[in-house]
């Protein structure tokens, strides 16, 4: 059984500084996604991850893949309050349709 | 642009009674999901469907559960005898070709009183 892995759970931190989520997944997998969710709003698609070593980079946010160590990070750089939101990666197990979602890393970004 | 919608936005039920989710999957997509997102907890993969038949069902998706695709435009999700333990946040899902990026509906709150 695929199991997805986020930490930290929780985040507070201050504008400006910088910070990283991990996600760790427990089987094979190449694809790898990350979303962004606001309170009672729907699951915005961030990236998509699809080899080893991939790394993309938005704005503020950028994200990585290491599939040997089965390891994503979502690295915020010099955070701003608009980043304030909940953060899931979530993986697409091989051969599987379906999505498995880590529980997700609450972000509060305080001025 | 293109997005998928789903109706309602809000739904409360009485316990037992049968309830269908609404969803217009983005228009040339060929996979569709149902996900579901109890209060404050991760999101569950529920189902996929593709070419007019379910591809993959996880343990949640029990008998009591059920999609169809009854047109080509509408895409739902029934559940046929509600529980309060039903009560979540149920979003579909719409991709052109699995296993690209999936694009999320604004979802239906579901509310089993």
């Known amino acids: 059984e695929l199991k997805v892995e986020q930490n930290p759970l929780f985040l507070s931190m201050q504008e400006g500084k910088n910070y990283t989520i991990y996600c760790n997944y427990s089987t094979t997998s190449d694809r790898l996604y990350w979303y962004r969710q606001d309170p009672g709003k729907s699951l915005e698609s961030l990236f998509v991850l699809l080899s080893n070593g991939a790394v993309k980079q938005e704005g503020r946010l950028m994200a990585s893949l290491d599939t040997k160590a089965r390891l994503s990070t979502l690295h915020i750089t010099a955070a701003v309050h608009d980043l304030s939101a909940t953060y899931f990666c979530?993986?697409?197990?091989?051969?599987?349709?379906?999505?498995?979602f880590g529980k997700g890393t609450h972000l509060i970004i305080q001025p | 642009e293109p997005e998928v919608t789903q109706t309602p936005s809000h739904q409360v039920t009485q316990m037992g009674q049968e309830v269908i989710l609404r969803c217009v999957p983005i228009s040339n997509h060929l996979y569709f999901y149902w996900y579901r997102q109890i209060l404050g907890q991760k999101v569950e993969f529920l189902v996929s469907f593709y070419n007019n038949e379910i591809s993959e069902k996880s343990e949640i998706f029990d008998d009591q559960f059920s999609v169809e695709r009854p047109d080509g435009s509408n895409f739902t999700l029934k559940i046929r005898s509600t529980k309060l333990e039903d009560s979540a946040m149920y979003f579909c899902?719409?991709?052109?070709?699995?296993?690209?990026?999936?694009?999320f509906g604004q979802g239906t709150r579901l509310t089993v009183v």
């Open positions: 979530a993986v697409l197990g091989a051969g599987a349709d379906g999505l498995t």
């Open positions: 899902a719409s991709s052109d070709n699995s296993p690209t990026e999936a694009f």
